[in-house]
């Protein structure tokens, strides 16, 4: 019987899960069947691929991948871009049908297809070939190598899943450098009890952290709120920020606040830094408790109320307005013909 996995399959088309594996202390980026790592030098074992050209350069480098099970494996050998997950800002490459634009469309093994002997490896020559036209700066990417089997996991219902390992490539090409940082859409929700002083009160700051520049960045991100009357309620750095911020790439972050004011008014502001850029967003904030809110609009209802009432009574009656007189025509008697001579 055909099990439930294959429809999942056939509305979602191989779900790929790609990981931006870790280096090891063996230097390569492994998952525990197999491992893809650059050509180590003469001098020094390479963790990624550090490379850097010109536009118009043609690059040459080797990559190894290694079988660690006690059986042969077949890969799919091919470049990728990198971009940043949105969820945490994880370093992430793109899968094999997606539309490839740097490192990913420039690179090119010379074979696409290779079968690892089991505990053995396998190195791959390929060429990196910059366009005339590429953009200065960083153009991180991998070199995958994809397992198209599809696996399943236990149970009646389950979803295809493809293996890969991917070896980093860090790409910079020559010309200026520019550095910088954006922070976007800063919100604050609070969270806090009906009744103020019944219960603890938290609120959660969130934000958009974009490279606006054309360099990887390692930022860090202060968070600062001040209350009425300028009031220093919190100033501390955050954590959970990417340690490498890809070029164009952004991430959606978010940061607790615990013990957030109950009743107060201020400003919450979110400054982002890196070697070479600083960039600041705020957001103001009423902390008012619902109950509170709920008492001071009643209140000013009734008072707009009250005080419409009172101009009604007091307003003073409009005079009427007396009409024009009409003009009469003067009375004259008519004379008798008897009175005539």
């Given amino acids: 019987m055909r099990k439930p996995y294959a429809?999942?399959?056939?509305?979602?088309?191989?779900?790929?899960?790609?990981?931006?594996?870790?280096?090891?202390?063996?230097y390569a980026a492994d998952?525990?069947?197999?491992?893809?790592?650059?050509?180590?030098?003469?001098?020094?074992?390479?963790?990624y691929f550090y490379l850097s050209a010109d536009p118009g350069q043609t690059l040459r480098d080797k990559v190894t991948v290694a079988n660690k099970t006690s059986g042969p494996l077949t890969f799919r050998l091919y470049a990728a871009d990198a971009y940043n997950t949105a969820r945490d800002g994880g370093f992430a490459v793109r899968t094999l049908k997606e539309k490839q634009h740097g490192v990913g469309a420039w690179a090119r093994p010379a074979r696409s297809r290779i079968t690892v002997p089991a505990h053995g490896r396998v190195t791959v020559p390929f060429t990196l070939h910059v366009p005339e036209r590429a953009e200065p700066g960083d153009h991180p990417g991998a070199l995958v190598a994809l397992d198209e089997r599809i696996e399943t996991g236990p149970g009646s219902v389950s979803v295809g899943v493809q293996?890969?390992?991917?070896?980093?490539?860090?790409?910079?090409?020559?010309?200026?450098?520019?550095?910088?940082?954006?922070?976007e859409k800063v919100r604050l929700t609070r969270h806090?009890?009906?009744?103020?002083?019944?219960?603890?009160?938290?609120?959660?700051?969130?934000?958009?952290?974009?490279?606006?520049?054309?360099?990887?960045?390692?930022?860090?991100?202060?968070?600062?709120?001040?209350?009425?009357?300028?009031?220093?309620?919190?100033?501390?750095?955050?954590?959970?920020?990417?340690?490498e911020l890809l070029p164009g790439q952004r991430v959606r972050l978010t940061a607790p606040w615990h013990g957030a004011p109950q009743?107060?008014?201020?400003?919450?502001?979110?400054?982002?830094?890196?070697?070479?850029?600083?960039?600041?967003?705020?957001?103001?904030?009423?902390?008012?408790?619902?109950?509170?809110?709920?008492?001071?609009?009643?209140?000013?209802?009734?008072?707009?109320?009250?005080?419409?009432?009172?101009?009604?009574?007091?307003?003073?009656?409009?005079?009427?307005?007396?009409?024009?007189?009409?003009?009469?025509?003067?009375?004259?008697?008519?004379?008798?013909?008897?009175?005539?001579?």
């Fill in 7 to 26: 429809l999942l399959l056939s509305l979602l088309p191989a779900l790929l899960a790609f990981s931006a594996w870790v280096a090891t202390p063996s």
């Fill in 31 to 47: 998952n525990g069947s197999w491992s893809v790592y650059p050509v180590s030098s003469r001098i020094a074992a390479r963790p």
């Fill in 163 to 183: 293996r890969a390992v991917a070896a980093r490539v860090y790409l910079r090409i020559g010309g200026p450098t520019v550095p910088a940082l954006a922070v």
């Fill in 192 to 243: 806090q009890p009906l009744i103020p002083g019944t219960g603890a009160s938290a609120a959660t700051v969130s934000y958009t952290l974009r490279n606006t520049g054309n360099v990887t960045l390692n930022p860090k991100v202060r968070l600062r709120a001040e209350g009425l009357f300028g009031r220093t309620l919190l100033s501390r750095d955050l954590t959970g920020i990417p340690s």
């Fill in 263 to 341: 009743l107060d008014w201020g400003d919450v502001t979110l400054t982002a830094s890196a070697p070479g850029t600083r960039e600041s967003a705020s957001v103001s904030f009423l902390a008012l408790p619902w109950l509170v809110a709920v008492l001071v609009a009643a209140a000013s209802a009734a008072a707009v109320v009250t005080v419409r009432v009172r101009r009604a009574r007091v307003r003073p009656s409009v005079p009427v307005r007396p009409s024009p007189r009409v003009r009469t025509t003067p009375f004259r008697p008519r004379s008798s013909r008897s009175a005539r001579p």
